[in-house]
């Protein structure tokens, strides 16, 4: 089975500093996806930025980057120009490639706080 | 269309109660899932539709839940004779059948307490 593991249970940045959030997971497939979502306190959980297995490109979203590490299995969000807004739970996520289970696999969360 | 919503979005029952939840997902998303997550950990699959067929379902949707989805639009989670183990938040999602890989768009939750 699929294992998503998230060493850190809290994380916490200067506002416009740049931080890491930590995520690796194990699979036997070659193909799937890997998401970061972020839930805010009490709002619903939103799609940060995603990364399919077969490409090596680092995915990008504005100030949201990912460093994809396929064989060492690790999947790392960076967050740079960090803002009280990014303030929230991250999720990491996986999800088996189309014809597979449609299910994520969530790891247990990183909280982030950002410090004016 | 305002995105995936739950009713109601918080319940609090007595042990051994009946509860029913609903999700209405994005109108034009065919597919809809549902996900329970407790304090301090990630969601967890419970189980999935592909319009009203109910296509997976996770280990941890025991004999007490139900899930469905009549008429492939809106969809009930039932938990029948509730424990206190059941007190989390019940997250639905949905997505469409189309590009690359399903984004699943989140509703609120229901925030159920068992006591």
């Known amino acids: 089975a699929q294992t998503v593991t998230q060493s850190q249970p809290e994380m916490s940045v200067q506002e416009a500093e740049t931080v890491t959030l930590s995520c690796t997971y194990d699979t036997s497939e070659s193909d799937y996806y890997l998401f970061w979502y972020k839930q805010p306190p009490s709002r619903q959980m939103i799609l940060v930025i995603r990364?399919?297995?077969?490409?090596?490109q680092n995915a990008t979203e504005n100030r949201f980057s990912v460093n994809f590490q396929k064989a060492a299995k690790s999947f790392s969000l960076k967050i740079s120009d960090s803002q009280l807004g990014d303030a929230a739970m991250y999720f990491c996520?996986?999800?088996?490639?189309?014809?597979?289970?449609?299910?994520?696999?969530f790891g247990k969360g990183t909280k982030l706080t950002v410090n004016p | 269309d305002t995105g995936v919503s739950q009713d109601p979005r918080h319940k609090i029952t007595k042990r051994g109660q009946n509860v029913t939840f609903r999700c209405d997902p994005i109108s034009e998303h065919n597919r809809l899932y549902w996900y329970r997550q407790t304090l301090g950990q990630g969601p967890e699959f419970l189980t999935y539709f592909q319009n009203e067929a109910q296509l997976e379902k996770s280990r941890l949707l025991s004999d007490r839940f139900s899930a469905e989805r009549p008429k492939g639009s809106f969809s009930t989670l039932e938990i029948q004779r509730t424990e206190q183990g059941d007190s989390a938040m019940y997250l639905c999602?949905?997505?469409?059948?189309?590009?690359?890989?399903?984004?699943?768009?989140f509703g609120p939750g229901t925030r159920l307490t068992v006591t």
């Open positions: 990364q399919e297995a077969y490409k090596q």
């Open positions: 996520a996986y999800r088996a490639a189309q014809g597979g289970s449609e299910k994520l696999v």
């Open positions: 999602a949905s997505s469409a059948d189309y590009g690359d890989f399903y984004e699943q768009y």
